[in-house]
C-alpha cells in the first residue's frame, strides 16, 4: 500500500504514479519498435514491460561496478 502512498523524495509523485509512467513510456516505444500485429498479440498476454527478460540486468551491472558481487 505504501506505492500509493509514498511520495518519491523531494517531489509530489506518488511511487504508483512514477511506475505507471515509466510502463507507459515503454510500451510507446515497444508499439513503435514493433509490427501492429506483434504489438496487439503482446497486449493481449497482458505482460508489463517490466517483466520482460531481456538478459540485461542494469542492477547487476551496477553492482559490480561498485564492486559486489
Not at 509514498?6 to 507507459?24: F, L, M, N, S
Amino acid at each position: 500500500m505504501k506505492l500509493f502512498t509514498e511520495k518519491i523524495p523531494g517531489t509530489d509523485t506518488p511511487y504508483v504514479t512514477a511506475v505507471a509512467a515509466v510502463q507507459a513510456k515503454a510500451n510507446n516505444g515497444l508499439s513503435q519498435t514493433m509490427r501492429p500485429d506483434s504489438y496487439t498479440k503482446y497486449q493481449q498476454m497482458n505482460l508489463k514491460p517490466e517483466n520482460i527478460e531481456t538478459g540485461f540486468d542494469p542492477w547487476q551491472d551496477y553492482l559490480k561496478q561498485k564492486g559486489g558481487k
